[in-house]
T-cell receptor
Framework: DAGVIQSPRHEVTEMGQEVTLRCKPI?????LFWYRQTMMRGLELLIYFNNNVPIDDSGMPEDRFSAKMPNASFSTLKIQPSEPRDSAVYFC????????????FGSGTRLTVV | EDQVTQSPEALRLQEGESSSLNCSYTVSGLRGLFWYRQDPGKGPEFLFTLYSAGEEKEKERLKATLTKKESFLHITAPKPEDSATYLCAVQANTDKLIFGTGTRLQVFP
């Protein structure tokens, strides 16, 4: 299995632009999580899905952030408009169930907003 | 508020010099405590899950222990390849994992 696949690996964009991050979870995993990592705050859960349904989006910073999971093999995290404070590494992770045993992270997308 | 604190922030060890990393937590209704390893430019990699006080788990040179207030990750005779950031996370009465900010470990030959 190729693991959790995220794209792009790096993204540099100008303030105000729309940014879309993509994730392909491991086949058969029915939970998907989006995290953001910064030096100051560490790893923060933004949103998670179970069976393609958003369960908890209380970690989404504000209305500029949105996430979708149209099917079991694809999810997107969109930021519109982007701001410099959104600069961070964004991780996607998947799990075979709603517990965290066997929780697999992707390699992340490093986002820089200038 | 559920909280996880890891110490020290950074640790430098000589190869073979054993030590421990600390993870203290405040959580209502602990369902599990997790240790992950993160290498630069990569996502966290799962190491252990501990569910109840007194539980211990081992993997090669690593041993994780759990009490009602904290967890330790003991590293015995570390090697340079053990250099990484070690993350602790707790799962409380929700499906969320709350992570600490990690301990950055460097092992020198």
């Amino acid at each position: 299995d190729a693991g959790v696949i995220q794209s792009p690996r790096h993204e540099v964009t100008e303030m105000g632009q729309e940014v879309t991050l993509r994730c392909k979870p491991i086949s058969g995993h029915n939970s998907l999580f989006w995290y953001r990592q910064t030096m100051m705050r560490g790893l923060e859960l933004l949103i998670y899905f179970n069976n393609n349904v958003p369960i908890d989006d209380s970690g989404m910073p504000e209305d500029r952030f949105s996430a979708k999971m149209p099917n079991a093999s694809f999810s997107t995290l969109k930021i519109q408009p982007s701001e410099p404070r959104d600069s961070a590494v964004y991780f996607c992770a998947s799990s075979p169930d709603r517990t965290y045993y066997g929780y697999t992270f992707g390699s992340g997308t490093r986002l820089t907003v200038v | 508020e559920d909280q996880v604190t890891q110490s020290p922030e950074a640790l430098r060890l000589q190869e073979g010099e054993s030590s421990s990393l600390n993870c203290s937590y405040t959580v209502s209704g602990l369902r599990g405590l997790f240790w992950y390893r993160q290498d630069p430019g990569k996502g966290p990699e799962f190491l252990f899950t501990l569910y109840s006080a007194g539980e211990e788990k081992e993997k090669e040179r690593l041993k994780a222990t759990l009490t009602k207030k904290e967890s330790f990750l003991h590293i015995t005779a570390p090697k340079p390849e053990d250099s990484a950031t070690y993350l602790c996370a707790v799962q409380a009465n929700t499906d969320k994992l709350i992570f600490g900010t990690g301990t950055r470990l460097q092992v020198f030959p």
